[in-house]
């Protein structure tokens, strides 16, 4: 191989090797995709599994970081299981986060509250958001806390239409 033969070899190996080193610069690959997210569920939702339903508003999760999560949810309060109301709220939350189930979780500004439980709003995997739909159903009151104010609006505005239609709690306790 001539002289000549061998530089231009050279040359165009170079020439080529930049245009690789561009084209596969990390900048330039796409990330695949994860699974994709049911519609109305946030980003920054954690996918976690039903454990036990203890009443209307408290249950019991495995997340990634805890096999036995007790979580208190954000946003309501429903009747203890001895009062008029509580067994329909437990029914009702059980319904929408049957044992074994799959739920997307989301905490607000205070992930916990006085008595270390954790504060989570919880959405079915279609993306229904459970702690709204008990207070759309009446068998939840709006109750908002401290600073954790996410969707306060649409949970007070769910309570005045379960109260004026007189459902749930708001009709027959």
């Given at each position: 191989?001539?002289?000549?033969?061998?530089?231009?070899?050279?040359?165009?190996?170079?020439?080529?090797?930049?245009?690789?080193?561009?084209?596969?610069?990390?900048?330039?690959?796409?990330?695949?995709?994860?699974?994709?997210?049911?519609?109305?569920?946030?980003?920054?939702?954690?996918?976690?599994?039903?454990?036990?339903?203890?009443?209307?508003?408290?249950?019991?999760?495995?997340?990634?970081?805890?096999?036995?999560?007790?979580v208190r949810l954000l946003g309501i309060g429903t009747p203890e299981l001895d009062e008029c109301g509580g067994p329909e709220g437990t029914a009702a939350l059980s319904a929408l986060a049957p044992e074994g189930s799959t739920v997307y979780t989301l905490a607000d500004?205070?992930?916990?509250?006085?008595?270390?439980?954790?504060?989570?709003?919880?959405?079915?995997?279609?993306?229904?958001?459970?702690?709204?739909?008990?207070?759309?159903?009446?068998?939840?009151?709006?109750?908002?806390?401290?600073?954790?104010?996410?969707?306060?609006?649409?949970?007070?505005?769910?309570?005045?239409?379960?109260?004026?239609?007189?459902?749930?709690?708001?009709?027959?306790?």
């Open positions: 191989m001539s002289r000549v033969s061998k530089i231009l070899a050279f040359v165009l190996l170079a020439v080529v090797g930049c245009i690789l080193f561009f084209l596969l610069a990390p900048e330039n690959f796409v990330p695949a995709a994860g699974p994709a997210r049911p519609p109305g569920i946030p980003d920054g939702a954690q996918l976690a599994t039903v454990n036990h339903i203890h009443d209307g508003d408290t249950l019991f999760l495995t997340t990634p970081d805890d096999d036995n999560l007790k500004e205070e992930p916990l509250d006085q008595y270390g439980r954790s504060l989570l709003m919880l959405w079915t995997p279609d993306g229904q958001l459970i702690n709204l739909s008990l207070v759309v159903h009446g068998h939840a009151e709006s109750v908002f806390i401290g600073a954790n104010r996410l969707y306060e609006e649409d949970f007070e505005a769910a309570e005045e239409d379960a109260q004026a239609s007189s459902s749930g709690i708001w009709g027959g306790c």
